[in-house]
């Protein structure tokens, strides 16, 4: 196992990843992270009530991909490593369908337009229909996807690792137009999606390197820096884009794992401003806040506007935390021995925590109306609420 920052992380080489199917490697994406901060004792404010649970596939497998949930209109949509893929009534979590697509998945799903799609370990963009699970097409990449695929504008974008972006058209699957940056062999077993506002693709590449592309052509419109590598071959040095984007008006946020977290002019690239930070999670953001877990478990609040740090939360450290979820006045993350932390928005402080399922929590909660969706790795879906 490699080393880097006084801890451990799964690493993968990109280029093997694609060669193995529904195996792993052994060796690679091994965790020997250091162990976990203690739980603090604290007196509950709020109750983490469970609305219902259910089970579905494994919502991270031995190398560490995670399989985002995917909600849309009342429904919750998960798929696998083995090629499961499930709907959920989001209401009472029963089942509404499920198929197996006999392919091993290797991202979450999106979900538009009557469309479920997802990618595979064997470069295939798959889309089935998301009112009955039925295949609608097949499409052949040139690598794996790492991160989900992205719809937007009756087209598909999807990021391979091989740092090809592609647009597919999402009746046929068909590729539109492409886009290649170079990627670095050794990376995080984790991707970037992209995303897009105003007729923009805004999408981060594995050498810490940012483009905004005009969403009908694939064109560069410009390029702004987020992490540079201090020396070629140091593992220490190894940074990435690994965070989706954030849009909020005129301002795109971006985060780097041994990088930066970043405000952009959405029109130019200009930074705003910036200040260190490391992450390889998504991050939240709601009003003046962002929401950021850092790679070592410190929770940190940030003025959306200047950057400035309103609070941290180390209480959770070594904890491998999830993506946050900012809903309310409260702020949702989950640990990898399955316990669900209810933090505030306000100063950082506890308000309630649950055992959800010791097999751990590595996908960011989601929102869905009345409570929020959690997913283990265990296969267990619950959604959740809080009461006073």
Not at 106 to 133: R, W
Not at 150 to 179: E, H, M, S, Y
Request: charged share 15%.
């Amino acid at each position: 196992m490699i080393k880097m920052r006084n801890y451990y992380y799964p690493i993968v080489i990109s280029m093997l990843l694609t060669l193995f199917g529904c195996t792993t490697l052994s060796g690679v994406g091994s965790d020997n992270a250091p162990t976990p901060s203690p739980l603090v004792k604290f007196s509950p404010e709020k109750k983490l009530n469970t609305i219902w649970k259910a089970r579905v596939g494994s919502g991270a497998n031995k190398t560490h991909v995670r399989f985002e949930t995917a909600v849309h209109n009342g429904a919750i949509y998960t798929v696998d490593e083995k090629g499961a893929v499930s709907a959920i009534n989001a209401a009472n979590g029963k089942t509404i369908w499920t198929a197996n697509i006999k392919s091993c998945p290797s991202s979450g799903p999106d979900t538009q337009s009557g469309y479920l799609i997802f990618g595979t370990k064997n470069g295939e963009v798959i889309a089935l229909n998301s009112h009955n699970g039925h295949l609608v097409w097949r499409s052949i990449i040139s690598s794996q996807l790492l991160a989900p695929p992205r719809i937007a504008n009756q087209l598909v974008l999807v990021k391979a690792v091989d740092g090809k972006l592609t647009a597919l058209d999402i009746t046929t699957g068909k590729p539109l137009w492409d886009f290649t940056h170079r990627t670095p062999l050794v990376m995080l077993q984790r991707d970037s999606a992209p995303v897009v506002a105003r007729g923009v693709v805004f999408a981060g590449f594995g050498d810490g390197q940012f483009f905004a592309l005009s969403l009908q052509t694939g064109k560069v419109l410009w390029q702004q820096t987020i992490a540079l590598p201090r020396s070629l071959g140091d593992l220490d040095s190894l940074v990435g884009i690994n965070a989706d984007p954030l849009i909020n008006n005129s301002v795109v946020f971006v985060a780097a794992y041994q990088g930066k977290l970043a405000a952009l002019s959405t029109s130019t690239g200009q930074i705003i401003w910036q200040r260190d930070l490391s992450t390889y999670h998504n991050f939240a953001l709601q009003g003046n806040l962002i929401v950021v877990t850092d790679d070592q478990g410190i929770v940190w609040a940030i003025n959306r506007v200047n950057g400035q740090v309103q609070w941290l939360q180390k209480a959770l450290l070594n904890r491998s935390l999830t993506a946050p979820l900012i809903e309310k006045q409260e702020i949702w993350i989950g640990d990898s021995e399955g316990n669900l932390h209810i933090l505030s928005t306000k100063d950082g402080h506890f308000i309630a925590r649950c055992l959800i399922d010791s097999s751990g929590l590595f996908v960011q909660p989601v929102f869905d109306k009345n409570g929020v969706i959690v997913r283990s790795a265990g296969g267990e879906l619950a959604k959740t609420c809080l009461t006073t």
